[in-house]
């Protein structure tokens, strides 16, 4: 795996062609499972490489919610939630504070 990951990561390092052609197959998601995998985390130079390539994705091009989980309500919940949490413990009055 790590070849076909470091071949993408060069590949598409030169050529941007190759990681629109990735996103467009759906391979952001996968990207994530295979990066929060615990079996690939113990091979850190092949999950530096994920993680690189994870960049260089998203560096080129504009992901959609979809990309990001399958629940796109997922994100903003979890990120709403943790915004209140944190206006109730360093806000005394909640006026700043949305929600």
Do not use: K
Not at 41 to 49: A, C, F, K
Not at 79 to 93: I, K, V, W
């Amino acid at each position: 795996m790590q070849l076909v990951v470091a071949f993408l990561l060069f590949d598409g390092r030169s050529d941007d062609t190759t990681l629109q052609m990735m996103q467009q197959e759906g391979a952001f998601p996968r990207l994530v499972e295979l990066i929060q995998d615990g079996g690939v985390n113990s091979e850190v130079i092949l999950h530096r490489m994920l993680l690189e390539l994870l960049y260089e994705m998203s560096r080129i091009q504009r992901l959609t919610w979809d990309d990001l989980s399958e629940d796109p309500h997922t994100l903003q919940d979890a990120g709403g939630d943790a915004n209140r949490e944190q206006c109730r413990s360093t806000t005394p009055s909640f006026s700043t504070c949305s929600g």
